[in-house]
């Protein structure tokens, strides 16, 4: 068997292959940004983020890196899924660190399938592609020998069966499917509710689908 090449050429790939990953999600975040124009602030940081930092999608890129999250629904549309995480003790969505996975797209999924365990999800594509439901920049205080830094959170709306056990990761202290009217009564956070609201704006819209196996 050959062994691999990793000499200057390859390096060369692996930084082409890095530039043309992030020129993608570039495009993403102004697919976004028309979406959303009150929002232009937000992504103007994100996209010199990733523009200037090759190292975004890495935990130790400071002060700040990418992270991925999901929203996730029930496939009737009913239901939402929230995480009560163990740092933070407040009920969130799922999602974490994309250790070096330059498709956030597919962090929110693995970080959904890993944090719940739950099998068959859907991740909404609409026809402009694998676009955010949400976009969100929110500071993480310094603990543990790590500084104080920011996740520049990319949130994804995805699906899955309710009737499913759930199983608690050592990131949580809980899990739970919450009915629309228990949610606002229950949740002040109002990045997860503004998730509400554009999830629920999504999926009555027409255009778009729940994929399945796509990372």
Not at 58 to 87: N, Q
Not at 118 to 127: I, S, Y
Request: aromatic share 6%; glycine share 8%.
């Amino acid at each position: 068997m050959r062994p691999p090449d990793n000499g200057p050429s390859s390096a060369r790939g692996s930084e082409d292959s890095g530039r043309l990953d992030r020129e993608a999600l570039l495009d993403v975040l102004d697919c976004y940004r028309a979406r959303h124009p009150a929002e232009e602030d937000t992504v103007a940081r994100i996209r010199n983020l990733v523009a200037g930092r090759p190292d975004c999608f890495e935990r130790s890129c400071m002060p700040g890196h990418i992270t991925g999250s999901a929203w996730i629904v029930s496939p009737d549309r009913s239901k939402f899924l929230l995480t009560r995480h163990r740092i933070f003790d407040r009920w969130l969505q799922l999602g974490g660190h994309a250790d070096g996975c330059p498709r956030p797209h597919c962090v929110a999924l693995r970080e959904a399938e890993e944090e719940s365990g739950l099998e068959g999800f859907g991740l909404f594509r609409d026809p402009d592609g694998f676009v955010p439901l949400d976009v969100d920049i929110h500071k993480i205080a310094a603990r543990a020998g790590v500084p104080a830094h920011a996740h520049y959170d990319l949130r994804y709306l995805l699906a899955a069966a309710a009737e499913q056990p759930l199983e608690i990761s050592d990131e949580s202290h809980d899990l739970k499917w919450f009915a629309g009217e228990e949610l606002l009564e229950t949740v002040r956070e109002e990045s997860v509710l503004r998730m509400l609201r554009k999830g629920d704006a999504v999926l009555k819209r027409a255009g778009g689908e729940f994929v399945y196996g796509c990372c």
